[in-house]
């Protein structure tokens, strides 16, 4: 069965493929920035337009399949569209359009891998994560899923050069190998003894309880994997600040995404239905995510990381909304699961322009002033005036404020969980409107996280003289960080339309509708009848009007007379640029409010020390207290399986000899 | 939309905006009293706000944009926070573009422009002041949620006009539940507006204050707008703690214009009577240490979540 020739799935496809010939084309010339930045890495954002058009396009569509017989013989690959797919290609054309541009204009030479090599690896990337989210079947699911994870590995050590980004890429390979293990298990599981590995025959076996349990709790893991769920995050804070800052943007606005699409494929398609316990299984690991996340983001003291732990946060929010939504459905409250859905979903696309914005910005930050340490930045507003201020709105948005988007999806979900009380079973209908409060701790750290995120990059005097010669971001950088802060205006600005897009997909989810919007267009009115409404356009409209008429008035009254002067500080005369705090000095009440959560090693001066050094290290206790012992218990391990490497012959003919015995012995 | 809710809507935002350095005079007169002091006169603040816009702006040489824009974002924030708080009238056409949730967003947009400001000109006292003040917030802005949250389940509606309206409409005089969240919202007031024992008003103590650091490189026009802003933030929340805890006397939209007339004299006794509790709290408490902030806002979480516990057991 082939595509039919004027589908959505037909155009997808295409434009896939067009990315593979895209990055192949690279290899023509691969040294040639000219012709792969400044020509290719266009036509391929034009791709990612195109993309997310279609997925607009598809997004009320009926699902449609093809197989295409491609592959191994007797196993064709079986694709599907549904909403679900189109909203999450919609994510990642509209996102990978800005990265794309912005990546023109930031390839430089000297990055270790080629310009040719590092464009095939990209874009197999961005094909491979299409594909992920167009499988309909385990196996062509797991390719897609391998070639992402291999692809980006790839592109984290582009700098293959330095040995910790060598280490930081083997950690990224091996905890994404052992979440896949755990996805190939789940499709195992769930294919249910027809050993049918098509999702329409894992959609029709019908799972006995524990079964689907087994499933369930093993795709959690392995796409919390991918996507960085307490605790298997750690790697997330050392492969994003290894890779490039675009790959970053990627990695963390899109690729995160693909374990969320993982998860709600399997979770609401797969296995249909869900029981109200995994939910508050997810919901915990969420809430532990979204706080550990956010803690350890507003203690970090370098920008790349900060951003990693950021997203942690981000995905914990959004596996809270996953869990919140599973419990409404499990407890047959399919309306308000329907709510949370909306959430989770606008918070991954929220989050996808938030945080490409932001990691571009801290690219065109690191490019201009080749520092990725907050110590040594600083009053680059003055220098780099459009990336500051561009940075400035993903930074406000990321902090939940309206009305940029990020507000947007903290609303819904807190709505969501001021229905929680209703769920009919004793304790957890208590426990969970505190979880609300969680989610407001984590989101009003996140404000803390993006003060001192942009604050001492931004903000105050240049900690180094260098700092002087930093030049503000090219043409095409511009335009990648200015399409990314649109959409997070956009998506801010129309959150009812966004809804009405996305409620087919929730429909198909949670088996229920959300109520026709009665509410004028500019009116977002998630639940009719019930007095709970936001408008972003008219709050904007109310606080700008505010604003103006209050520099107006001030302008009419008084008079505009301004001088320049000295900063006053209290009378201290002799300021300079280390007197302002530094980014450990901003983390520093973190550290002592949630020091529960750090492992910190200080190391403090004595008064007679002739070279005073004050020096703390903010250590993760899950790494020392899980993967530390975990590796040491590996390694003892392999060590003991190491006697079975004799290094003679003769041994090693033996036990052919003997395997081939104990064999015919099996077979006889 | 009738004339009538405009006319509330305007006349609330006017009376926000004139009562509120008014409301600050009357507590440090309180205050004054209280502490055996000769009070300064009610109408201080006004004329200190009023000397600050004739004076010429000074501003550090390496400022920036955002430095000049934070006052009047900070500003309009709170006059738009004014405008969704039900202190006189319930029937405000502003009521469904923001509820009680953004509210708390508009307040905390607030906080970050005037932390960012902080930052803006890089000396120490400002960074450690935009630092604390980000601090108290992420640690007042769940004890708020779960008060909100609490009022929210009893009237089943975010928008705190509805809430009002139901509150005060209920034959039922008093619910337990919000007892509690009372004392938490009394707390979260205290931190949110550094009063004592968070922050001093009074002090110019650099390394005790959190609200007046982040203030220290602004004069002129912009720090009377701040000055300004600040009253509004407190007038706020005494106002969100009337419509909360005690809102009879608001016009509900029954009874016209005579009903909305009503309600003016019956928020100046409101104002009146908070004004003299926040200074009797303020005169009988000593400034915590700033580490001792989070154990004053966890326990002001903890009430609000007592709060909501006897919502859920007693239905009321």
Same mark, same amino acid.
């Not at chain 1, 755990?182 to 298990?185: G, K, R, T, Y």
């Not at chain 1, 942690?312 to 914990?316: R, S, T, V």
């Not at chain 1, 004793?426 to 209908?429: A, D, E, G, L, Q």
């Not at chain 1, 020096?615 to 590796?631: C, F, S, T």
């Given at each position: 069965m082939?595509p039919?020739?004027?589908?959505p799935l *037909?155009a997808c496809?295409?434009? =896939?493929v067009?990315?593979?010939?895209?990055?192949?084309a690279?290899l023509?010339r691969?040294?040639?920035l000219r012709?792969?930045?400044?020509t290719?890495f266009?036509?391929?954002?034009?791709c990612s337009?195109a993309l997310?058009?279609?997925a !607009?396009?598809?997004l009320?569509m009926p699902?449609?399949r093809? #197989?295409?017989?491609?592959?191994?013989?007797d196993?064709?690959?079986h694709l599907?569209?549904d909403?679900?797919?189109?909203?999450f290609?919609?994510l990642?054309g509209?996102?990978?359009a800005?990265?794309?541009?912005?990546?023109?204009?930031y390839f430089?030479r000297g990055?270790?891998t080629?310009a040719g090599?590092l464009?095939?690896?990209y874009?197999?990337?961005l094909?491979s994560?299409g594909l992920?989210?167009l499988?309909?079947?385990?196996?062509?699911?797991m390719?897609a899923?391998?070639t992402?994870?291999l692809?980006?590995?790839f592109l984290?050590?582009?700098?293959h050069g330095?040995?910790?980004?060598?280490?930081?890429?083997?950690?990224?390979?091996? #905890?994404?190998?052992?979440?896949?293990i755990? #996805?190939?298990?789940a499709?195992g599981?769930?294919?249910g003894?027809?050993?049918?590995?098509?999702?329409d025959?894992?959609?029709?076996?019908r799972?006995?309880a524990p079964?689907?349990?087994?499933?369930f =709790?093993l795709?959690l893991?392995?796409?919390?994997?991918k996507?960085g769920?307490v605790?298997?995050?750690v790697?997330?804070?050392?492969?994003h600040?290894a890779?490039?800052?675009?790959v970053?943007?990627?990695?963390s606005? !899109?690729?995160?995404?693909?374990?969320v699409?993982?998860v709600l494929?399997?979770?609401?398609d797969?296995l249909g239905?869900p029981?109200?316990w995994?939910g508050v299984?997810?919901?915990?690991?969420?809430?532990?995510?979204a706080?550990y996340?956010?803690?350890?983001a507003a203690?970090?003291?370098?920008?790349?990381r900060?951003?990693?732990?950021s997203s942690?946060?981000?995905?914990?929010i959004?596996?809270?909304?996953?869990g919140?939504?599973?419990v409404?459905?499990?407890?047959? %409250?399919?309306m308000?699961?329907?709510?949370?859905l909306?959430?989770?979903?606008?918070?991954? +696309?929220n989050?996808?322009?938030?945080?490409?914005l =932001?990691?571009?910005?801290?690219?065109a930050v690191?490019h201009?002033t080749?520092?990725?340490?907050?110590?040594?930045l600083?009053?680059?507003?003055?220098?780099?005036?459009?990336?500051?201020w561009l940075t400035?709105?993903?930074?406000?948005a990321l902090?939940g404020l309206p009305?940029?988007?990020?507000?947007?999806?903290?609303w819904?979900l807190?709505?969501?969980?001021?229905?929680a009380h209703?769920?009919?079973r004793?304790?957890?209908?208590m426990l969970?409107?505190?979880?609300a409060?969680?989610?407001?701790?984590?989101?009003?750290?996140?404000?803390?996280?993006?003060v001192?995120f942009?604050?001492v990059?931004f903000l105050g005097?240049?900690?180094e003289a260098? &700092?002087?010669?930093?030049h503000d971001?090219g043409?095409?950088?511009?335009?990648?960080l200015v399409?990314?802060?649109a959409?997070?205006i956009a998506?801010?600005l129309?959150?009812?339309?966004i809804i009405?897009g996305l409620?087919?997909? !929730?429909?198909?989810?949670?088996?229920a509708?959300?109520?026709?919007?009665?509410?004028p267009?500019? &009116?977002?009115e998630?639940?009719?009848?019930r007095q709970?409404s936001?408008?972003a356009l008219?709050? =904007?409209?109310a606080?700008t009007?505010? $604003?103006l008429?209050?520099?107006?008035?001030?302008?009419l009254?008084y008079?505009?007379r $301004?001088r320049r002067?000295?900063?006053w500080?209290?009378?201290?005369?002799?300021?300079d640029?280390r007197m302002?705090?530094?980014?450990?000095?901003?983390g520093q009440?973190i550290?002592?409010?949630?020091?529960?959560?750090f +492992?910190?090693?200080r190391?403090l001066p004595?008064?007679?020390?002739?070279?005073?050094?004050y020096?703390?290290?903010?250590?993760?206790?899950?790494?020392?207290?899980?993967?530390?012992?975990?590796?040491a218990?590996v390694?003892?391990?392999?060590d003991?399986?190491?006697?079975?490497?004799?290094?003679?012959?003769?041994?090693y003919?033996?036990y052919s000899?003997?395997?081939? $015995?104990a064999?015919?012995?099996l077979?006889? | 939309?009738?004339a009538i809710?405009i006319v509330?809507?305007l006349?609330?935002?006017?009376?926000?905006?004139?009562?509120a350095?008014?409301?600050?005079?009357w507590i440090?007169?309180c205050?004054?009293w209280?502490?055996?002091?000769?009070a300064?006169?009610?109408?201080?603040?006004?004329?200190?706000i009023?000397?600050?816009?004739?004076?010429?702006a !000074?501003i550090?040489?390496n400022a920036?944009?955002l430095?000049?824009?934070?006052?009047y974002?900070?500003?309009?924030?709170?006059v738009?926070?004014a405008g969704?708080?039900p202190?006189?009238?319930?029937?405000l056409?502003f009521t469904?573009i923001?509820?009680?949730?953004a509210?708390?967003?508009?307040?905390?947009t607030?906080r970050?422009?005037m932390?960012?400001?902080?930052?803006?000109?890089?000396?120490?006292?400002?960074?450690?002041g935009?630092?604390?003040?980000m601090?108290?917030g992420?640690l007042a802005?769940?004890?708020?949620l779960?008060?909100?949250f609490?009022?929210?389940?009893i009237?089943?509606?975010?928008?705190?006009?509805?809430?009002?309206?139901?509150?005060?409409?209920?034959?039922?005089?008093?619910y337990?539940s919000l007892?509690?969240?009372?004392v938490?919202?009394t %707390?979260?007031?205290?931190?949110e507006?550094?009063?004592?024992?968070?922050?001093n008003p009074a002090t110019h103590?650099?390394?005790?204050m959190?609200?007046?650091? &982040?203030?220290l490189?602004?004069?002129a026009?912009?720090?009377?707008? %701040?000055e300004?802003?600040?009253?509004?933030?407190?007038?706020?929340?005494a106002?969100?703690g009337?419509?909360?805890?005690?809102?009879?006397?608001?016009?509900?939209?029954?009874?016209g214009p005579l009903a909305l007339l009503?309600s003016?004299p019956?928020?100046?006794?409101?104002l009146?009577?908070?004004?003299?509790?926040?200074?009797? #709290?303020? *005169?009988v408490?000593?400034?915590?240490r700033?580490?001792?902030?989070p154990?004053?806002?966890? *326990?002001?979480?903890l009430f609000a $979540?007592l709060g909501?516990l006897?919502?859920?057991l007693?239905g009321?």
């Open positions: 082939t039919a020739p004027y589908s *037909t496809l295409l434009l =896939l067009l990315w593979g010939v895209i990055g192949v690279g023509l691969p040294t040639s012709f792969v930045g400044r290719l266009p036509i391929s954002a034009l337009l997310a058009a279609v !607009v396009w598809s009320g699902p449609e093809a #197989i295409l017989a491609v592959g191994l013989p196993l064709p690959v599907r569209r909403g679900l797919s189109s909203v290609l919609f990642l509209a996102a990978s800005g990265i794309s541009v912005f990546a023109a204009g430089r990055h270790g080629s090599l464009c095939l690896q874009h197999l990337f094909a994560m992920v989210m499988a309909d079947d385990a196996y062509a699911f390719v899923w391998e992402m994870a692809s980006s590995y984290v050590t582009t700098q330095l040995p910790e980004i060598r280490r930081a890429g083997f950690l990224y390979l091996l #905890i994404a190998h052992v979440g896949a755990a #996805i190939l298990l499709f599981v769930m294919q003894g027809s050993w049918q590995f098509t999702f025959a894992m959609r029709a076996a799972l006995p079964w689907a349990a087994a499933a =709790l795709a893991f392995g796409f919390g994997a996507a769920l605790p298997l995050h790697w997330l804070p050392e492969a600040p890779a490039p800052s675009p970053s943007a990627l990695m606005g !899109v690729m995160l995404k693909t374990a699409y993982g494929r399997v979770t609401f797969l239905q029981l109200w995994w299984v997810a919901l915990a690991v969420g809430l532990f995510t706080l996340g956010v803690v350890f203690a970090q003291s370098d920008m790349k900060l951003l990693a732990y942690i946060e981000n995905i914990g959004i596996f809270t909304a996953f919140l939504a599973i409404f459905r499990g407890v047959g %409250m399919p308000l699961a329907a709510l949370a909306i959430a989770l979903l606008y918070h991954s +696309l989050h996808a322009f938030m945080k490409s =932001l990691f571009v910005g801290t690219g690191l201009s080749g520092e990725r340490n907050l110590g040594r600083g009053g680059l507003i003055h220098r780099m005036p459009w990336v500051a400035l709105i993903g930074a406000l902090a009305p940029l988007n990020g507000f947007v999806s903290e819904l807190l709505q969501a969980f001021l229905f209703e769920v009919p004793p304790f957890i209908n969970l409107p505190m979880a409060a969680v989610v407001v701790l984590a989101a009003a750290l996140a404000a803390y996280v993006m001192k942009f604050g990059i005097q240049p900690r260098a &700092l002087a010669r930093a971001a043409v095409l950088q511009r335009l990648g399409w990314l802060a959409g997070c998506l801010g129309a959150p009812t339309q009405n409620r087919g997909v !929730v429909r198909q989810l949670s088996g509708d959300l109520p026709g919007q009665s509410a267009w500019w &009116l977002l998630p639940i009719p009848g709970a936001y408008s008219g709050f =904007l409209l606080v009007a505010v $604003v008429l209050a520099i107006l008035g001030v302008r009254f008079h505009q $301004v002067a000295d900063p500080d209290c009378g201290f005369a002799r300021l640029a302002q705090d530094t980014a450990e000095g901003f009440p550290r002592h409010i949630f020091g529960a959560f +492992l910190l090693r190391e004595s008064p007679s020390d002739r070279a005073p050094r020096r703390v290290v903010v250590g993760d206790r899950i790494w020392e207290r899980l993967y530390v012992p975990l590796g218990l390694q003892r391990i392999a003991g399986f190491a006697w079975v490497q004799q290094g003679r012959i003769a041994t003919l033996l000899f003997v395997t081939l $015995v064999l015919l012995a077979v006889l | 939309m009738r809710e509330t809507q006349l609330e935002l006017a009376a926000a905006l004139a009562a350095p008014l409301f600050v005079g440090n007169q205050r004054a209280l502490q055996n002091r000769s300064p006169s009610i109408w201080l603040p006004y004329r200190g009023r000397k600050l816009f004739h004076k010429d !000074v550090a040489g920036s944009q430095f000049r824009l934070a006052p974002i900070t500003f309009g924030a709170m738009a926070a969704i708080i202190s006189m009238g319930t029937r056409p469904r923001a509820d009680a949730i509210l708390v967003g508009l307040l905390a607030a970050v422009f932390s960012l400001a902080a930052m803006d000109v890089g000396t120490a006292f400002g960074t450690l935009a630092r604390r003040e601090m108290v992420f802005e769940p004890a708020l779960m008060i909100i609490v009022a929210s389940l009237s089943a509606t975010t928008a705190l006009p509805a809430i009002t309206e139901h509150l005060a409409t209920q034959t039922l005089g008093l337990p007892a509690f969240t009372a938490a919202f %707390m979260v007031l205290l931190a507006n550094a009063r004592i024992p968070i922050d103590l650099e390394l005790t959190i609200h007046e650091a &982040l203030l490189e602004y004069s026009r912009h720090l009377a707008l %701040m300004w802003a600040a009253a509004l933030k407190l007038f706020n929340y106002c969100i009337f419509a909360l805890f005690i809102p009879w006397g608001v016009s509900t939209g029954q009874g009503a003016i019956v928020l100046l006794a409101k009146i009577a908070a004004g003299g509790v926040l200074a009797l #709290i303020e *005169t408490s000593a400034k915590l700033v580490f001792r902030a154990e004053f806002l966890a *326990t002001a979480f $979540v909501l006897v919502h859920l007693l009321a």
